[in-house]
């Protein structure tokens, strides 16, 4: 895992999986990636090309994102 990265046991927030998140930077916000231990393993709902995203903004309406736009994401 990155430095800065936090690890949630399943266990901890009686979850399903545990899951790993990662802070970043997306056009100019704070953010964190958020990844399951199913994804990460290949047995998740999406393929591991593929992260989810978090903030405090959504990132589609406030930047008008879609689908398939290319974006950069520096992990913190």
């Known amino acids: 895992m990155p430095p800065g990265a936090l690890r949630l046991e399943k266990e ?9 998140i990662v802070p970043c930077t997306i056009l100019g916000r704070r953010g964190f990636i958020v990844r399951t231990d199913n994804i990460e393993y290949g047995v998740g709902i999406h393929p591991k090309n ?23 994401i520096f992990v913190e």
């Open 12 to 20: 901890e927030y009686f979850g399903q999986v545990s899951i790993r």
């Open 50 to 72: 593929v992260i989810e995203v978090i903030s405090n903004v959504a990132f589609r309406n406030e930047f008008g994102l879609e689908d398939g736009n290319a974006i950069e």
